[in-house]
């Protein structure tokens, strides 16, 4: 998968000091690429919009809170 076309966002919540954020392309057709802020050019996670969906709403809804 060619990911020059991804238009990458971050969360308006990320300080603008460099904090430790993932940032994610939703723009790619069936597929949603996740990164690391600090390392762009670094690897990247692939996740199918349902996979991406259901990890969103866990979060959302506190599934992964300790």
Do not use: I, Y
Request: net charge negative; proline share 6%.
């Amino acid at each position: 998968m060619v990911l020059s076309t991804a238009v990458w966002l971050k969360s308006s919540l990320s300080s603008g000091n460099g904090g430790q954020c993932v940032e994610v392309a939703v723009n790619l057709p069936g597929v949603v690429a996740v990164r690391d802020s600090k390392d762009p050019d670094g690897p990247k996670l692939l996740f199918a919009p349902a996979e991406w969906n259901a990890f969103v709403g866990g979060v959302k809804s506190g599934v992964f809170d300790h």
